[in-house]
């Protein structure tokens, strides 16, 4: 079982940035694969980036690439993605996800655990 709690969001004029954090439970936190997804009003849940267990295997949705940054301490347990440059558009609940497999996969559904999210707000 992994429990997941995100914190960071908050409102931001467009060409701000914004630091997600997603700390978890558990002792095998190096073994899953770690996402963020965010859900605009209305919209599906859309996958944003992922990291590998041990970081070393990133993979970005095209809207975010240059932009966000996703990385982890498995020393602390924590995920973080780096948001600059936002825009409007980025205006988003922001969730992060893990899954057990090593495949990084852009599905929703393959991830097990969830956080409860934080709402990013990008003025304009």
């Known amino acids: 079982q992994v429990q997941l709690v995100e914190s960071g969001g908050g409102l931001v004029q467009a060409g701000g940035s914004l630091r997600l954090s997603c700390a978890a439970s558990g002792r095998t936190f190096n073994s899953y694969t770690m996402g963020w997804f965010r859900q605009a009003p209305g919209k599906e849940r859309n996958f944003v980036a992922a990291i590998s267990g041990s970081g070393g295997r990133t993979f970005y949705t095209d809207s975010v690439k240059g932009r966000f940054t996703i990385s982890r301490d498995n020393a602390k347990n924590t995920v973080y993605l780096q948001m600059n440059s936002l825009k409007p558009e980025d205006t988003a609940v922001y969730y992060c996800?893990?899954?057990?497999?090593?495949?990084?996969?852009?599905?929703?559904?393959?991830?097990?655990?969830w956080g409860q999210g934080t709402q990013v707000t990008v003025s304009s």
């Open positions: 996800a893990a899954d057990p497999h090593t495949v990084i996969v852009l599905t929703p559904s393959r991830y097990d655990y």
